[in-house]
DNA sequence: GTGGTCTAGACCACC
DNA sequence: GTGGTCTAGACCACA
């Protein structure tokens, strides 16, 4: 219990889920910098103390950390462990800009090939946004 | 060579592409019908020369007229061909329309973790609207 | 044998060197680049073929090959193998330069703290370039 | 408090930077001795006092006097606490000389595999020189 | 055949 | 205790 990571609420890790298991791990640790939960200095669980949390092996939550390291959103200290970086969350806010408009691009690209109107459009994204 | 495919446009294929060539063949032969260059009941080009067209071996490009059949997009008949459907255009407008759904969902998931307000998410829409 | 690398001439990968073997790896297709004896779109030896050669765990050769493909000097596609992309030539020669700038800045930081003259630094350096 | 230490200005000693920290100590002392601001003969802070002032473990602190003993650079005696010996600025004049000749060895090396010529490189040695 | 993912478990360096 | 590296070997998707 003691050990237990009591900072991460990690989201359902799941190996039913197309993505792989490394990539969930990325996304729920990106989620929890983005929401302010995780600040800088912040340290991460430890490979270990993840690895048994999640019942997801040793070498996947390494190579998570790994791809988050190589992101800047994280840094790895042997013998210290792993923490979030100064620039962490902004970082990620700009790779969640980044995707925003790519997302956007997209729906306009499909919804005009279906023969949407830009009202039409606009329309859609209004209820997206009322939706949520 | 009269052989040679003169319906099909297709876009380029190419293995440097993230994505399997069978679903390149595949999202071509989509575009084609979507755009009405490829109306109900013309034919497709034979396996055989569509494979020397796109330079891609003939079990790729088996493998994607399967994939336009099970979606109902094309049907074969022995030693005839292959043919696109009476629905073909309107499951692809289908499936156009929940891609563009899709893509809006992630746009407002991405955009309001990064801090973006419905009016900036409005008008990135409207930028993107404009420039397209 | 046929079933050998007969385009990589792979430096010597020594377990003795305290760099990790998969940096030694990257490090000599690095090299194959820069030096045009693979050039854009040519095809690495694959994963196992590689790791056959050069006695190497296939793991390790494949982690290599993802830090080269995050590097953006080759990609990989299922099923297919490993190429040398476009801009990989250019990316290595970036790399490079920067390496000599960063180098020649560490050779004046610690030459004038052991008190050496600017002329002192200047002839060490046609020093090394007369020996190399 | 009279008890911190007066004589080192240890530059940031930070986790966050890819080197251990008793070797950040390290470099830090070497850098005071190289500078002339810790002299033969000089006693160098106590292990306790330098680990407070440093918020490092007081293990790390006596892995770093022990590497700095072993370069030759201070000498400890039981009960009076370590100083800075006589040869320990030369010694590190002499390491930092072999640093800039290594720098100097890789400059070269990388530069010529970016395709730079022997002006170049001079070239950019006299702007480094000027810069710093 | 190819690369992509996941796992188990070794040994090392650092703190 | 921590992370870093290397290995062996499984299973899957793609061509």
């Known amino acids: 219990m003691g050990s ?5 609420r990690f989201g359902p890790i799941s190996i039913a889920s197309p993505a792989p298991l490394y990539e969930q791990v990325v996304a729920a640790v990106k989620r929890e910098v983005a929401a302010g939960r995780l600040g800088p200095g912040d340290a991460l669980p430890s490979l270990r103390v993840l ?15 790994e ?5 800047g959103v994280i ?10 970086t100064e620039a ?13 408009g790519e ?4 729906a ?24 949520h």
């Open 51 to 65: 690895s048994a949390d999640l019942l997801v092996s040793l070498i996947t939550i390494k190579r998570a950390y």
């Open 88 to 100: 962490g969350a902004g970082r990620i806010r700009g790779e969640l800009l980044v995707r925003a």
């Open 108 to 131: 306009v690209e499909s919804g005009r090939q279906a023969g949407l109107s830009d009202r039409n459009l606009a329309g859609m994204l209004r209820t997206e946004l009322a939706a």
């Open 4 to 8: 237990s990571s009591n900072i991460l």
């Open 103 to 106: 997302a956007l691009r997209i």
């Open 75 to 84: 840094y790895s200290r042997q013998g210290l462990g792993a923490f979030v």
């Open 67 to 71: 791809e988050l390291e190589r992101d």
